[in-house]
């Protein structure tokens, strides 16, 4: 299904694959570590060839209302940016959420509190899969661990947006945004003409034909009783997305007598930790959540039986910790190592943590 | 095969596009590739580092603490990242502006006076080509058929007439690097 490998940075493949699976729109301002995704595609210049409109817009505020607007029309489109921006974009992710809208909103994370640092974290685990904005919404996160995975969770997310009219989130962080790796970029698809939106997507505003009402979208409901069955429908997508749509990696699981659970970077610096533990005959698996919401909570608990510690491995101050430990439910002990302010553990520090714990 | 390299220097040394020339040879004889930059400020001024990865089998970890082979081009990165190379591992530094030379026992030293030969050559820009040409010297690990290769891919095609004078860089770098 794809072309040539290529060489380049996380950042560049999403815009690459952005293009490339019909985006209909980006909008954007540029932060540090994610601004290659903006570059690259005005560098690329997609509105010449598929039509695709890139914007930078007067801020991430202005940008996730251009994204809310887009959405409302039917039209694929999408934003980027880091912690500090993401963290504007909030209040505009919670009114698409609101509106059964679909979009891809990606973060490149940097660490924080604050402005905080240009390096790489994983710090706003907490805001992307356990809300963020406000409301009870939630939104579908996929973590990439590779620049190959931010291709393809481009082209996936906004599957995943449209089946379930939903927002979907990249969360990546300064390293996989940064790195340059081998990466097969998605075949081309057409962006949908705006006749085919209106056969597929009955409920986009395009401008009202004379036979039917206007298509409203919004996130108002002041009737209390009619907000509440909003609610329900929202939960019940949700159970059918934590049903339907767990992705997640195993390595090294079979015999583990130990289990790190990590995403993204800390699950690559976890590959190299299970490969040094095997070196020693460590017996040390690794599961990687390919999604953080829903979080494969059920594939976690199959191990409580069959592994004496479980050890979340976080470039934060330990927040999946909190997942795992539910997941676990108490069933064995769950401890967790993590560095904090954009530093990445190493998979020596990991192993002599893990060593702590062995009986 | 596996050889996990960290190049450190000021910026504007072309730290970062001498290890992205060596990714490109190693997609070129597909092999497993990662190029990991220090990246913001640094990029501009002060010190830069990028840690390279070559390897037959898929590549864990992007960020290393300990490296096969470090190549050092300021006396900052000397005092970082000596101790970073393996045991038995190779460590390369120019020369130029190094009042504290490197001391390990246990690993391979490595001189190469690149600076004064790119002045030399007066190809101050094919400074990093000089060192990339010692490094292949010691650790042959992708053919030069694929660093040319890897040239044209790394390089905006209005430079692709300079790649003959990267190449006699590369050659020269290759005669200059001696054993400390």
Known sequence: MSEEIKLMKGNEAIAHAAIRCGCDGYFGYPITP??????????????????????????????????????????????????????????????????????????????????????????????????????????????????????????????????????VMILADGIIGQMMEKVSLPLFQKRMTDEEIKEKYPWAAYGKPSHRKPNVISSLEIESVEMEKRNQRFQAKYRKIEENEVRFEELECQDAEYMLVAFGTSARVCQKTVELAREQGIKLGLIRPITLWPFPKNEIAKYTSQVKCFFSIEMNAGQMVEDVRLAVNGKTEVAYYGRMGGIVPSPDEVIEFVKTKMV | MKEEIIIAGFGGQGVLSMGKILAYSGLMEGQEVSWMPSYGPEQRGGTANVTVILSDKRISSPILNTFDTAILLNQQSLDKFEKAVKPGGVLIFDGNGISKPPTRKDIDIYQIQATDKSIELNAHKSFNMIVLGGFLKLRPIVKMESVILGLKKSLPERHHHLIPVNENAIKAGMEIINKI
């Open chain 1, 34 to 167: 994610q601004s290659e995704i903006m570059e690259t595609l005005m560098e690329e210049e997609p509105w010449k060839t598929t039509g695709m409109v890139v914007l930078q817009a007067e801020s991430e505020v202005g940008a996730i209302n251009m994204v809310y607007g887009g959405a409302g029309s039917g039209k694929k489109v999408m934003t980027s940016s880091s912690s500090p921006g993401i963290s504007l974009k909030q209040e505009g992710i919670s009114y698409i959420a609101g509106a059964d809208l679909p979009c891809l909103i990606v973060n490149v994370m940097r660490g924080g509190p604050g402005l905080g640092t240009i390096q790489p974290s994983q710090a706003d685990y907490f805001q992307a899969v356990k809300g963020g904005g406000h409301g009870d919404y939630q939104q579908i996160v996929l973590a990439p661990a590779s620049v190959q995975e931010m291709a393809d969770f481009t082209v996936l997310g906004f599957e995943l947006a449209f089946k379930y009219l939903n927002p």
